[in-house]
């Protein structure tokens, strides 16, 4: 990678949050209590937070200013003006429905859109996204590039349909069977990767050409656009806010988590062009999330949501945030650390199959990473392996994935260069006694979703 000139936040620190800096002895009995799950750990035994960047941002001073301007009627807030304003402004749609937060957008849609026995096609899947598509009766279709599916792989737009895979899906079961087709800004299951320009205005007209939808899942799309103007040609003289308008313009509408990319600690929202449908997902509103202005969201939540959408859509805040992973990963890199490639948006993955070979794939290598990197540090990351990937429900074995990763999440503008320099620290310390690392026996495993609860010992 070519060299490039050092940056620095664009914003300096007005508040701080004391962090307790804790023991060894003392981080070896929260893990311990914690069933060496991360998810146990209290939030106060914890020095860096790498668990999620949803809802973990920290807000700047004109957002806190907007939460005083919270004007909590119950119909027609002016917040939500002022939040359907900066939707129409940096995202282009024209009606605006918030939700509590991005899972109350997507069950919206896939309620209004899809009839039994439908398939949806998407460029990968997310855990909501999908579960409210088969809830609804649809059948998920992954159409992403198979790029996408190998972590060494260096191509820079992993995020992108496979055309030829959409087009086989169309003559296989017929446009009327297709509502629309799920597209995801930098992909989050394939490590925060980007779609092209390009890609996205072929899929424009192939939709078009059979009448598909195109529906964005704008979670993370601002980050896409930074991408599109770092890598796609033609694109570095145009600002991320210009992009992001470019790429909502190929799309009918969005579902959106504003936890991520939205820079506020929670809320969502549903936007489309369409005004038949705009009617329907404000019906569908009132039942589910509360009436259409404000579906879930406090007043004060939709105002400082309005600027968060305002910074996040600033080239310097992308160049930071983006810049921020990038550094974190070209230190792992120097230090010889196996991480997923390219280095995507919002976090690192440590490939926890090449750094403890030794350990068996049933005795949770990913897993054991984590709480390593707990008990070195405070340092709390999280297991996407074996445990994350369930069992198969037909023989009731562990799944066994194909990728076995710790995933160090960044949260928006909260840590320093200096924190990412522990965590590169921290990771090298593991790194170099990893063969005195032994795995993990589970010993609690919940019916669902097992990663969140399960319990652990020591081999
Ligand atoms: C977080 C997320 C969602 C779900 O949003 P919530 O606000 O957690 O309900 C949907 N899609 C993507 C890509 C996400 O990262």
Redesign the pocket.
Known sequence: MESKRSWAEPYKIKMVELLKMTTRQEREQAIEEAGFNTFLLKSDDVYIDLLTD?GTSAMSDRQWAAIMMGDEAYAGSKNFYALEDAVQKFYGYKNLVPTH????A?HMLSQLLIKEGDYIPGNMY?T??RLHQERAGGIFVDVIVDQAHRPQDDFPFKGNVDISKMEKLISDVGADKIPYISL?GNV?MAGGQPFSMANLKELYTLCRQHDILIML?A??TAENAYFIQQREDGYSDMSVAEILLEICSMTDGC?M?A??DGLVNIG?FFACNDTELYQKAQNFCVVFEGLHTYGGMAGRDMQALAVGIEESVQDNHQQARIGQVEYLGMQLIKADIPIVRPIGSHAIFLDAKQILPHIDQDDFPAQTLAAELYLESGIRAMERGNVSAGRDPLTGNNRRPELELVRLTIPRRVYTQAHMDVVVESVAEVYKRRQDIKGLTMVFEPEYLRFFQALFTRK
């Open positions: 949803s937060q991005g899972r109350g997507e997310f909501t996204t995801e989050n899942d979670t993370r579902t988590s936890k991520k969502g």
